[in-house]
């Protein structure tokens, strides 16, 4: 078995504005050498940063939208986000938990800041991908996996020197908390100083970690500091991720599907012609109806 090598480390760039509560650094598409067809089945990466929002009586966040064809996932690190949709769901996602939202066939949603959060203002940092669905499986039924900080499955790594969150796929017989449509990994890997971890993916499989916390080393070789990234070549399987501070990582790796993008905003299918169908459906209201 051979080394995972790092194809590169890379820098968060100059961050935007999604609606007005989410200051992000986008990584994919944006970053040249990373885009869908690329990084597949992760077809994009929003990163908020630790960012320290000032107190408002209005919360702040994106108003009612449409997603057709994939999942969207929302890691909280720091604050709280109060979501609601269009199938009548809505909730919090607090510190530490994740949300794993299915939109398959269309789903209308919003996401905003917390009543109370928004309010008292603080620090604030999330992650949100969205992850590609097979051709097959674009027109499922909507649906929420909502995985609460205690319920996430964890192997705690010899010495008390961290865990391995599991939230999806698997690591070390440890089964992740959220189900997938195609094989893949995420993993919150939380290191103390000095604390390290081996982790393995099929050399195929398309990987990548972003230091959400502290700064480690990859293979005793590369440096990555927090709000960086480093993407894995396609060779090899084992990597090691060694703690020089306290760190969070959180680290993807999933079998691209391999078959043809077409994306336009909040939809992303196979065909140009589903492009426009799912512009259609949405313009005809059959996503649903959600207040703003
Ligand atoms: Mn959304």
């Known amino acids: 078995m051979k080394t995972k090598d790092v194809e590169k480390v890379v820098a968060p760039q100059r961050p935007h504005y999604v609606g007005d509560g989410f200051r992000v650094h986008n990584f994919i598409p944006g970053i040249p050498g990373m885009d869908m067809q690329r990084m597949d089945p992760f077809i994009m990466l929003d990163y908020n940063s630790k960012f ?3 107190p408002s009586a209005r919360p702040k966040g994106v108003g009612v939208h449409p997603h057709r064809g994939f999942e969207t996932v929302t890691i909280a690190y720091k604050g709280r986000i109060e979501h609601g949709d269009s199938s009548g769901g809505g909730g919090v996602i607090g510190e530490g938990d994740v949300q794993w939202m299915t939109a ?3 789903i209308l949603h919003k996401e905003f800041h917390e009543t109370n959060f928004s309010k008292e203002g603080g620090e604030f940092q999330m992650v949100q991908l969205w992850v590609n669905l ?28 961290g865990s391995v969150e599991v939230i999806a796929g698997e690591y070390n017989g440890v089964k992740g908390g959220a189900s997938t449509f195609s094989p ?10 000095g604390g390290n971890a081996t982790l393995s993916f099929p050399a195929h499989y398309n990987s990548l970690l972003l230091v959400i916390e502290g700064r480690i080393k990859v293979n005793d070789q590369d440096v990555v500091s927090t709000d960086h990234l480093a993407l894995f070549k396609n060779e090899g399987e084992h990597f090691s991720v060694q703690a020089e501070e306290d760190a969070v990582v959180l680290v993807l790796g999933g079998e691209p599907l391999n078959e043809s993008i077409a994306a336009h905003g909040p939809f992303v299918m196979n065909t140009r012609q589903e492009i426009m169908q799912a512009m259609e459906d949405y313009n005809l209201g059959k996503f649903g109806y959600l207040e703003g």
């Open 52 to 54: 320290h929002f000032p």
């Open 104 to 106: 398959g066939a269309g």
């Open 134 to 161: 097979p051709a097959k499986d674009k027109m499922t039924m909507p649906k929420y996996q909502g995985l609460l900080k205690d319920s996430i499955p964890s192997h705690q790594l010899e010495n008390g020197m």
């Open 184 to 193: 893949l990994h995420m993993y919150n890997l939380k290191l103390k100083a």
